[in-house]
């Protein structure tokens, strides 16, 4: 059987690819495809083209252009991809593992940087929440969406299912918040998809790469497992800055224009921590990735 055709990435394997095809009648649900060429580099959500020919399968002939890509710092500091063409970040956190807000903090700032909406989801909500309760105040004071969930009893699932409708939205958050169920309350083929998914083209089972699932509403979600640790590309200079919206706006009244809000004289930042208008807790996570970036510099 020969053809071409369209469609987008499901899942990036080394040098396979899972496509879901445009035209699913006439090619199956998806299609298991080769890259040509070693330069081709392609992540989950890609839009890509392909062909058929007889006796060798499918093959990746190009990439579309991507409205935007999301990457993270590898362990040599270097940009990574994670997925590409997201409308959204849903970060989730959860009573149980502690919360790491400083990790939450980055992903919003990175998300902030590609001007992509941010929706926070408090999962597990059945148990205690008032240890956070004061975490998630601040957050929506700064004008972020947070949700509350229990999966496991499907607490919250219909708010957040319209919350994610239509659009593609990339799922992130520490091992043991409940994302997995979250995926399998979202989408109830999730458990099919996912045996599809976790084998590479070579036939090997694989839990870290970004995989997307189809959501009923005609959006997505792509569950990134292997992304739990993350900061913006040091080669976003002012990641920093203006990732934290509350700083970035206080950062107007500096005295001097390039204040890097680090102890600089006359910094309107450092005032408003100071009087509690900014968050301390907020304003440590900012520093931290400024540290980040000049150790990497």
């Known amino acids: 059987m020969n053809g071409a055709g369209g469609g987008v990435v499901l899942a990036s394997y080394g040098r396979g690819v899972l496509v879901q095809a445009d035209d699913a009648r006439a090619w199956g ?152 169920s979250l995926v399998n309350a979202l989408t109830p083929e999730a458990a099919a998809q996912t045996a599809e998914l976790t084998r590479d083209t070579e036939g090997r089972h694989t839990t870290t790469t970004a995989r997307r699932y189809r959501l009923q509403s005609g959006g997505a979600i792509v569950d990134a497992p292997g992304v739990r640790d993350f900061a913006p590309p040091a080669s976003l200079q002012r990641a920093a800055e203006r990732g934290f919206i509350e700083i970035h706006a206080a950062g107007a009244g500096c005295r001097f224009n390039d204040c890097r809000h680090m102890g600089e004289p006359g910094c309107s930042v450092r005032e408003q921590v100071l009087a509690g208008d900014i968050s301390a807790r907020r304003y440590e996570s900012y520093r931290r990735l400024i540290r980040l970036y000049e150790k990497l510099a």
């Open 29 to 180: 649900d998806t299609l298991r495809c080769s890259l040509k060429g070693r330069n081709q580099r392609i992540v989950c959500g890609d839009r890509v083209s392909w062909t058929i020919q007889p006796g060798q399968g499918a093959t990746i002939d190009a990439i579309e252009p991507r409205c935007n890509l999301i990457e993270r710092i590898d362990a040599r500091g270097r940009a990574e991809p994670v997925a590409a063409n997201i409308d959204r970040l849903c970060i989730v956190v959860a009573p149980e593992p502690v919360a790491d807000w400083f990790l939450v903090d980055r992903y919003w700032a990175g998300a902030a940087l590609k001007d992509i909406a941010t929706l926070l989801v408090v999962n597990k909500s059945d148990l205690d929440v008032t240890a956070i309760r004061a975490e998630l105040d601040t957050y929506r004071r700064l004008g972020l969406l947070c949700l509350e969930t229990a999966a496991s009893e499907g607490g919250g699932i219909e708010a957040l299912r319209t919350a994610l409708a239509a659009e593609v939205t990339l799922l992130v958050g520490q091992s043991g918040v409940g994302k997995s």
